[in-house]
T-cell receptor
């Protein structure tokens, strides 16, 4: 158990809908990262938050948004869902934000299926 | 832009040694990490190289050459449980921008 909790584990929704994925980082970790992994693909970095502020942005679509709350949990919002958004969405956390804090701990992921 | 290249698949025999290479192109390079992911599981951190040279952690070692923009993960005394995907990840930019490779699927055979 990495200590990172993601809910829900599975989500099935229709095209055009909006969903929210939730992540609770490890106790004491200030950084949260979101990743998308499509079937048999690598991990695509979406976005990073550090202590409530956006820190780095990757290949995140405009239809997607995220935030980190004062209690450090984070939510990833996906809207106007398309079939191609079906993927495994991982959240990871680490202690800090700099390159010296590179060990990130991953949650078990949320498997999103868009039908 | 940034790019990473690693082999898509590798097969090796139980008890043997295997090396998984990763070459990268990026600006503002900080370091290189390796992650292991079993089918259906979450990635788990294996190692980080911020400086040139070899880092050893048990049966796993990771190497970095910044001048060659190249790194590798070395797995020794392979076990069946080592069958998994292995991702290299490059850290760059001032805010720990991270780019993952597409992964190398390692199959360990008896």
């Amino acid at each position: 158990d990495s200590g990172v909790t993601q809910t829900p584990k599975h989500l099935i929704t229709a095209t055009g809908q909006r969903v929210t994925l939730r992540c609770s980082p490890r106790s004491g970790d200030l950084s949260v990262y979101w990743y998308q992994q499509s079937l048999d693909q690598g991990l695509q970095f979406l976005i990073q938050y550090y202590n409530g502020e956006e820190r780095a942005k990757g290949n995140i679509l405009e239809r997607f948004s995220a935030q980190q709350f004062p209690d450090l949990h984070s939510e990833l919002n996906l809207s106007s869902l398309e079939l191609g958004d079906s993927a495994l969405y991982f959240c990871a956390s680490s202690v800090g934000a700099g390159a010296e804090n590179t060990e990130a701990f991953f949650g078990q992921g949320t498997r999103l299926t868009v039908v | 832009g940034q790019s990473l290249e690693q082999p898509s698949e590798v097969t090796a025999v139980e008890g043997a040694i295997v090396q998984i290479n990763c070459t990268y192109q990026t600006s503002g390079f900080y370091g290189l990490s390796w992650y292991q992911q079993h089918d259906g599981g979450a990635p788990t951190f294996l190692s980080y190289n911020g400086l040139d040279g070899l880092e050893e952690t048990g049966r796993f070692s990771s190497f970095l050459s910044r001048s060659d923009s190249y790194g590798y993960l070395l797995l020794q005394e392979l076990q069946m449980k080592d069958s998994a995907s292995y991702f290299c990840a490059v850290y760059s930019g001032g805010y720990q921008k991270v780019t993952f490779g597409t992964g190398t699927k390692l199959q360990v055979i008896p």
